[in-house]
């Protein structure tokens, strides 16, 4: 089935430093992918997204780039801030219009 | 409205009680989505709503669980006879269509805690 598999937390990381979460999916077609972010006592944002492959996301300085030959959409930042500390969740569009969600990486970024 | 909005935004409740959870979504937004977030786990589809057709409902986890959405709008998530399990932050989103291309806009969720 349609599923996203993402690298589990937490990360912990100095400012400035350079951020990766991986995420891969199941390739069933060219879904569109998605970033969506979770700061603390808040709900699900909307980060980045990228509809074919090949396409590119970007958004606060985050990044991520669809890589159907490996079923990636791996997120990065070169230099993050303490403000950067939220849960990141990576999806995919899944049958029947719905989105498959991976199981959230918690990131912590100490100044 | 500007967002989608979820009330209440906290609930204590018994088990064995039912609940009734609600979500207004953006004004104009076709699709609307139930998911539930547990504790350190990621987003468990619920159920869909796209227009009048009817609901996907392949993600309710038992016969507790049902949702109405009233002149495509307005959706009312119910729990009956509450169990300690059925504990969770259930989050609403909506998306201008069921492409799920553009995307959700989430609510902020409703924390449900059964003692």
């Known amino acids: 089935g349609d599923s996203v598999t993402q690298m589990e937390g937490p990360v912990t990381l100095s400012e400035e430093a350079f951020l990766t979460i991986n995420c891969t999916y199941t390739?069933?077609?060219?879904?569109?992918l998605f970033w969506y972010v979770q700061y603390p006592g808040e709900g699900l944002q909307l980060l980045l997204k990228a509809t074919k492959a090949d396409d590119k996301g970007s958004n606060k300085g985050f990044e991520a780039t669809y890589r159907k030959e490996t079923t990636s959409f791996h997120l990065e930042k070169g230099s993050v801030q303490v403000s950067d500390s939220a849960v990141y969740f990576c999806a995919r569009k899944a049958a029947g219009n719905k989105l498959t969600f991976g199981g959230g990486t918690r990131v912590l970024v100490k100044p | 409205g500007a967002g989608v909005s979820q009330s209440p935004s906290n609930k204590v409740t018994e088990k064995g009680k039912d609940v009734e959870l609600r979500c207004d979504p953006i004004s104009g937004h076709t699709a609307l989505y139930w998911y539930r977030q547990s504790l350190g786990q990621g987003l468990e589809f619920l159920i869909y709503f796209q227009g009048n057709s009817a609901p996907d409902k392949s993600g309710l986890p038992s016969d507790r669980f049902s949702a109405e959405r009233t002149g495509g709008s307005v959706s009312t998530l119910t729990i009956q006879r509450t169990q300690q399990e059925d504990s969770a932050v259930y989050l609403c989103?909506?998306?201008?269509?069921?492409?799920?291309?553009?995307?959700?806009?989430f609510g902020s969720g409703t924390r449900l805690t059964v003692v």
């Open positions: 989103a909506s998306s201008l269509d069921g492409s799920s291309n553009y995307g959700y806009t």
């Open positions: 390739a069933t077609g060219y879904p569109s």
